[in-house]
T-cell receptor, first 112, second 115 residues
């Protein structure tokens, strides 16, 4: 049970913003939202995480709804190298849970 | 090292043989995870080590699978009497103290092919 729901695939034009949605309607108050991506034949790569506030780093922005039941990962200017499977994961803040649970993710294809 | 290192990167073995996969976590990372990823599928949790605590083995699919880790250093995943369904990429990840407010760093994986 991955506890998150993502669309299986999305396309985005190169240079445009890619907005990847994730539903996590059963998220608990002590759980973070994490995003990872996996480029073909590589291990997953950490992108960003957040608890309730919006977050931004050099890779992406994370927008979390006020009720925390969904979030959106934004790649502001997608490039061909951003083509990957993007995973949205929820995980408790404390160390009591011991595993990241990856679902099927969203296959993002950036088109030239 | 700078990242999580896994070896070998590729392994082809005959059905019934034992294999040993190695993971070198980032220095100082106390938490270490093993995952399996079959072709075209998501990541499947296998086992988790946190410092000197007893490992969480709840994801190991059968008693043919075992893993060890000494302290906060190298971990080995052993698969005995390999079967064709064991063919997959085996990924290792490490993090600092296993806490959610730290990202997890993955290695590039070991691609295991059982023929």
């Amino acid at each position: 049970d991955a506890k998150t729901t993502q669309p299986p695939s999305m396309d985005c034009a190169e240079g445009r913003a890619a907005n990847l949605p994730c539903n996590h309607s059963t998220i608990s108050g002590n759980e973070y939202v994490y995003w990872y991506r996996q480029i073909h034949s590589q291990g997953p790569q950490y992108i960003i995480h957040g608890l309730k506030n919006n977050e931004t780093n050099e890779m992406a922005s994370l927008i979390i709804t006020e009720d925390r039941k969904s979030s959106t990962l934004i790649l502001p200017h997608a490039t061909l190298r951003d083509t990957a499977v993007y995973y949205c994961i929820v995980r408790p803040v404390s160390g009591s849970a011991r595993q990241l649970t990856f679902g099927s993710g969203t296959q993002l294809t950036v088109l030239p | 090292g700078a990242g999580v290192s896994q070896s070998p990167s590729n392994k082809v073995t005959e059905k019934g043989k034992d294999v040993e996969l190695r993971c070198d976590p980032i220095s100082g990372h106390t938490a270490l995870y093993w995952y399996r990823q079959r072709l075209g599928q998501g990541l499947e949790f296998l086992i988790y080590f946190q410092g000197n605590s007893a490992p969480d083995k709840s994801g190991l699919p059968s008693d043919r699978f075992s893993a060890e880790r000494t302290g906060e250093s190298v971990s080995t995943l052993t698969i005995q009497r390999t079967q064709q369904e064991d063919s997959a990429v085996y990924l290792c990840a490490s993090s600092f103290r296993g806490r959610a407010n730290y990202g997890y760093t993955f290695g590039s994986g070991t691609r295991l092919t059982v023929v």
